[in-house]
């Protein structure tokens, strides 16, 4: 059964940092992109990173370009985001997928398997 599973979501202080995971169970890892989502209420879901299969390249949204770090751990089938310097408006639902597309990594239609989300709140 192919399975996602986010982790290390919680509450933290603006400014704080948190580390989300991303385990895989049922496939390997290694020859996806993955990529992380989230989602405010009421808006959309919103690409945050993705990181490549094959060379390890990574991309970022303008929004947490400098702040947010993704990698990859291929031997424990894991995928991380490390945030730094969290502020109030990156307060959402935390999800990782798989992805599909060519070019596109920003566009939720472009993957496949989602996991079931982490909750991350930034408040003082």
């Known amino acids: 059964q192919v399975q996602l599973v986010e982790s290390g979501g919680g509450l933290v202080q603006p400014g704080g940092s948190l580390r989300l995971s991303c385990a895989a169970s049922?496939?390997?890892?290694?020859?996806?992109?993955i990529g992380w989502f989230r989602q405010a209420p009421g808006k959309e879901r919103e690409g945050v990173s993705c990181i490549s299969s094959s060379d390890g390249s990574t991309y970022y949204a303008d929004s947490v370009k400098g702040r947010f770090t993704i990698s990859r751990d291929n031997a424990k089938n894991t995928v991380y985001l490390q945030m730094n310097s969290l502020k109030p408006e990156d307060t959402a639902v935390y999800y990782c997928?798989?992805?599909?597309?060519?070019?596109?990594?920003?566009?939720?239609?472009?993957?496949?398997?989602w996991g079931q989300g982490t909750q991350v709140t930034v408040s003082s």
């Open positions: 997928a798989t992805y599909s597309g060519e070019d596109s990594w920003h566009l939720p239609g472009e993957y496949d398997y």
């Open positions: 049922g496939f390997t890892l290694d020859y996806y992109a």
